[in-house]
């Protein structure tokens, strides 16, 4: 995943909230983007990436 991360909440239409989580490391090429999650909960979005083995290939 790397070692810093970015987290920022993206509004789409009809109200749609996403967060989007980033490897700064990355430098916006391949493996930069780590998650897109459906809404802005904290406890939903530390699920998620508990769950994903720290060298997850995306």
Wanted: hydrophobic share 45%; net charge positive; no cysteine.
């Amino acid at each position: 995943m790397g070692s810093y991360l970015g987290i920022d909440e993206v509004a789409l239409s009809r109200g749609e909230l996403y967060t989007v989580v980033i490897n700064k490391t990355a430098g916006g090429k391949k493996g930069g983007i780590i998650a897109i999650i459906q809404g802005a909960d904290a406890a939903k979005l530390s699920s998620v990436l508990l769950q994903m083995p720290p060298k997850a290939k995306i």
